[in-house]
């Protein structure tokens, strides 16, 4: 079967949900790819928080695009659940930081002197076991920042593809992309394993075992995977109000119930297992900040494999010599996150803006013919990966 199109999007993760949402609101006719069903790779292995001051990111530009997407959430949620009524379990209370020594106090206290135009709090050690008691006698305080979300992923996913849909996407599942076909270096469209899709544009979305149709246009993005395992639990008997963003482990509770504990992080591991050595680190964690979680219910544990480059920093952008083709991959940990503004920004690239314009130059693939960056794009963390 053959289709015609405007744009094809390969990879229906929520980066690629994103951008097929953002090119349909913008009147371009889009098909979105997905060879197994939407949101079931990296994006099943996030915890879905929005952490963009948090996760304290080195690279100005991935810090600012994470403060920009982070911000458009709330506007972004309410017009799916308009358009298509569906939840995102999206939760505005904010995370705490806290700290067991009085040497992290001392440190964590002072980036609350730092506002930066954050919406940041230092609560010492009374205060914070008032607001969440399972942390009294564990905690010297903790950083509250009020403005970081968090929202269920797959469920942002159904969100957008459904949204996309609503304004006249086409879904294809169950479809493998076979070749980006081009001629004389200018994209033509796509083969797929239901037919070819003729059309001028091609977004790659797609995740780690997709490179190789990068490969075939002659285009090398270096990225590997980082294996990441999530757990839940019931929420304890005294229900979180807000995320804890520990060093360690976060705690995330869902408006469903449930408390998520992540993350592990193993560099070049694949596989669709959990380890039991990856879940006892997260239970242990997990426990030594909240007690209370021995006596919660295991629920279940899963995990997936997060595009990470090797410079720290996603590729969004036009794909360098080939005319047409444009990269939104490698996004790590923070794919969620960085969604809506990498939807938007490969938009605004599909209409006609530059990188410079955009402030996305060290995001781009043509970062692949110059030298390697010598800032990367995540502070080095412990074990909350």
Not at 60 to 74: D, H
Not at 76 to 88: D, I, N
Not at 130 to 147: D, M, N, S, W
Request: hydrophobic share 45%; glycine share 10%.
């Amino acid at each position: 079967m053959a289709y015609s199109a405007d744009c094809a999007v390969i990879g229906a993760g929520v980066i690629g949900s994103s951008i097929a949402y953002q090119l349909t609101k913008r009147g371009f006719k889009t098909i979105l790819i997905e060879r197994l069903a939407p949101g079931q790779g990296a994006t099943r292995a996030a915890a879905g928080m929005l952490a963009a001051e948090c996760e304290a990111f080195v690279h100005p530009e991935l810090a600012a695009l994470a403060m920009r997407s982070r911000n458009m959430f709330g506007e972004l949620v309410r017009e799916l659940e308009a358009l298509t009524g569906l939840q995102t379990g999206y939760v505005t209370a904010g995370f705490v930081i806290p700290a067991r020594t009085p040497v992290e106090a001392e440190r964590l206290s002072a980036l609350a002197d730092k506002k930066d135009g954050a919406a940041v709090q230092w609560w010492d050690a009374e205060e914070i076991s008032r607001r969440i008691p399972g942390l009294k006698g564990q905690v010297a305080g903790g950083l509250f920042r009020e403005q970081e979300t968090q929202l269920l992923p797959q469920r942002l996913t159904r969100a957008l593809v459904a949204g996309a849909e609503k304004l006249g996407a086409e879904l294809l599942t169950g479809t493998t992309v076979h070749e980006i076909l081009t001629v004389d270096n200018r994209v033509r469209g796509v083969k797929t394993s239901g037919g070819h899709i003729v059309c001028p544009k091609v977004v790659f979305a797609g995740g780690l075992d997709e490179l190789r149709l990068l490969r075939t246009c002659g285009i090398q993005l270096d990225m590997y995977p980082v294996k990441g395992e999530v757990a839940a639990v019931t929420m304890p008997a005294r229900p979180l109000d807000y995320t804890i963003y520990a060093e360690d482990v976060y705690l995330v509770p869902k408006p469903d119930g449930e408390l998520w504990i992540g993350a592990t992080s193993r560099a070049h591991k694949a596989g669709a297992d959990v380890s039991a050595g990856g879940l006892q680190h997260l239970l242990t964690r997990a426990c030594a900040w909240l007690p209370e979680i021995r006596e919660s219910s295991f629920l279940r544990a899963w995990s997936g494999l997060r595009p990470q480059t090797r410079d720290g920093l996603p590729f969004i952008g036009p794909v360098p010599d080939v005319a047409g083709l444009y990269a939104a991959c490698g996004h790590y940990r923070n794919g969620i996150l960085l969604s809506a503004a990498t939807g938007e920004a490969i938009a605004d690239f599909i209409t006609g803006l530059t990188a410079e314009q955009l402030k996305l130059m060290a995001l781009s693939p043509e970062r692949v013919k110059r030298p390697p960056a010598a800032v990367h794009g995540y502070a080095a963390k412990g074990g909350v990966q």
